[in-house]
């Protein structure tokens, strides 16, 4: 089992310029769950996938970001026009149901600077 | 409010001693379920251990157990017999019954160091 695959693991990008970090889950996972990570703010939940469908985008910080999950074994986090306060370690997880039980998988991260 | 709350930023342990790390949590819920994860400074996320709302043993795993007071809403995670390969970030995270597709909360963390 490969488990959840993450690509870049880093990129640094200037200012103003689009980044797309991608992610594939582990298969026969049904949901996807992309999260950031900062010193300040901790994890926090950007957007969640079940069955490819969004389920809350709440997380997602402004209109500058966007996720799609095209298939069940890809998803993409878009940033565009990236910012120096987007720098962070941004994670994909992914899932096998709902259960309560129902552990989260993780990737092991993109680190993302924006210079 | 928060729903996941870590109260210490940071601990420190002598190698082969217990240690507890505070998680308490804030739910309507009945049905819930709370994890630890631990990220070691390489920056994965490892799952450690689980427990449900309506389990009536504390859950354990290896070195690690879950001491569990439902009325209290805490969920402290014990680590027994520290190892130096211990020492990492650990994070509380819950579940809850009402929300969704299983997205899952998490606290801040306490970074653990475990002294030789």
């Known amino acids: 089992d490969a488990g959840v695959i993450q690509s870049p693991r880093h990129e640094v990008t200037e200012m103003g310029q689009e980044v797309t970090l991608r992610c594939k889950p582990i298969s026969g996972h049904n949901s996807l769950f992309w999260y950031r990570q900062t010193m300040m703010r901790g994890l926090e939940l950007l957007i969640y996938f079940n069955n490819n469908v969004p389920i809350d985008d709440s997380g997602m910080p402004e209109d500058r970001f966007s996720a799609k999950m095209p298939n069940a074994s890809f998803s993409t986090l878009k940033i565009q026009p990236s910012e120096p306060r987007d720098s962070a370690v941004y994670f994909c997880a992914s899932s096998l149901g709902i259960g309560m039980n129902t552990e989260a998988f993780f990737g092991q991260g993109t680190r993302l600077t924006v210079v | 409010a928060q729903k996941i709350t870590q109260t210490q930023p940071g601990m420190f342990v002598q190698e082969k001693e217990a240690v507890t790390l505070d998680c308490t949590y804030d739910?309507?819920?009945?049905?819930?379920?709370l994890f630890w994860y631990k990220q070691p400074s390489s920056g994965e996320m490892i799952f450690l251990i689980y427990q449900g709302s309506y389990d009536e043993q504390n859950a354990t795993e290896g070195r690690y157990s879950l001491n569990f007071q439902k009325a209290r809403k805490s969920a402290n995670l014990v680590i027994s017999a520290s190892q130096l390969g211990d020492s990492a970030m650990y994070f509380c995270?819950?579940?809850?019954?009402?929300?969704?597709?299983?997205?899952?909360?998490f606290g801040q963390g306490t970074i653990l160091t475990v002294h030789p």
């Open positions: 739910t309507s819920d009945q049905s819930y379920g």
């Open positions: 995270a819950m579940r809850e019954g009402s929300t969704s597709y299983g997205k899952l909360t």
